[in-house]
């Protein structure tokens, strides 16, 4: 297995960007050059281009992955395109289905889709859904795409409905369930789905293959290693810490502010200022020699690497530059190491 090469996109553009005024960049030349990054992953070789989902955000946080997926996945030829995490409770479920449908059969597969449930009110009560009843909203939006990917018409509230054209994929689009939580992974084993963790939780793993046991299914999950920080490269660590390291921190602080006790996530730090968040380790600036070291520590089978370029409305060009490290100082030394 070779290592895994993910690049994250989430678009944010903070409404008082760090560094100076005149510096900071229109929203559309940051989608502009999203997609200019993707062109670029896939004639590359990157592995896989992830965007996420969240609503409401003051700073622009993309809010319709799968729009943007389709956008990437029309800028590429092989690199798979990974919506994670979709907000599934929050979309109608059979234009869901229509959706990823078509998206599948546009790029021969290569959009995987993660479906989490979310963890903060305020994104279903402004979509109008009731927060209390997204378990329940969960399992209705995946039963109804493994039901209307088969083509075949079924039972949707009491009607019957069909979905068409049928998916690319069989005997669907990739579809896993997203979650850090007991419920998730049992509803993973029951549908028969694989689960996707995202943190290294061994102990849920376990559990998740457990409950596939009893059902009789073939588990598959999801995991990432215990090391694995966001990244962004840079020739020089300490000055991208001093320059850039507060976009990071944004970034941080966002997700500290959403994030309840209860949510596990890679990407969860405590930091309140840049030297705090260096030290945590969960963001790191990183030279292209430290991050294949940062690889070799990973365990086999598990080995990747997360970069975000974009990162906290990180300015373009050091994303640009971030990029070509990792396509031109990393990825060929990756090839020599097992996955």
């Known amino acids: 297995m070779t290592v895994t ?3 994250r996109f989430n678009l944010v553009q903070p409404e008082q960007p760090p560094g ?7 929203p559309v030349d940051r989608y502009r050059a999203a997609l200019e990054m993707a062109g670029y992953a896939d004639e590359h070789g990157v592995t896989s281009l992830i965007v996420e989902e969240h609503h409401g955000a003051p700073d622009g ?5 799968l729009a943007l997926a389709g956008a990437f996945l029309g800028r590429t030829r092989t690199t798979l395109v990974t919506a994670c995490a979709i907000l599934a409770p929050l979309y109608d479920p059979v234009r869901l289905a229509e959706d990823i449908a078509v998206l599948d059969l546009a790029s021969g597969g290569r959009l995987v889709t993660v479906a989490g449930i ?5 994104e279903y009560a402004a979509l109008g859904r009731d927060f209390s009843r997204r378990g329940a909203l ?3 939006v995946l039963e109804t795409l493994l039901a209307a990917w088969t083509g075949e018409p079924f039972s949707y509230r009491g009607r019957t409905v069909r979905v068409t054209p049928r998916p690319y994929s069989s005997p669907h689009p990739p579809l896993f369930v997203g979650g850090s939580s007991r419920p998730a992974a049992r509803r993973a084993a029951r549908l028969g789905l694989p689960l996707f963790l995202p943190a290294h939780l061994p102990q849920l793993e376990r559990y998740y293959e457990e409950r596939c046991a009893a059902a009789g299914g073939a588990p598959l999950c999801v995991m990432p290693p215990p090391e694995l920080p966001v990244v962004h490269l840079t020739d020089d660590p300490d000055r991208a810490w001093a320059e850039l390291g507060e976009h990071f921190l944004y970034e941080a602080r966002r997700y500290a502010a959403w994030q309840t006790p209860d949510v596990h996530s890679a990407m969860r730090a405590q930091a309140t200022t840049v030297a705090e968040l260096r030290a945590e380790g969960v963001y790191r600036f990183v030279t292209p020699d430290e991050c294949l070291a940062m690889v070799e520590r990973q365990p086999a089978g598990a080995r990747q690497v997360l970069l975000h370029p974009l990162c906290g409305g990180m300015p373009v060009e050091e994303g640009r530059r971030s990029l070509r490290l990792l396509v031109e100082e990393v990825m060929p030394r990756l090839k020599g190491l097992d996955g």
């Open 20 to 26: 100076p005024a005149e510096s900071a960049e229109r």
């Open 5 to 7: 090469t993910s690049v």
């Open 138 to 140: 969960q399992d209705e």
């Open 118 to 122: 979310g963890y903060r009110p305020e």
């Open 61 to 65: 946080w993309l809010p319709s992955p």
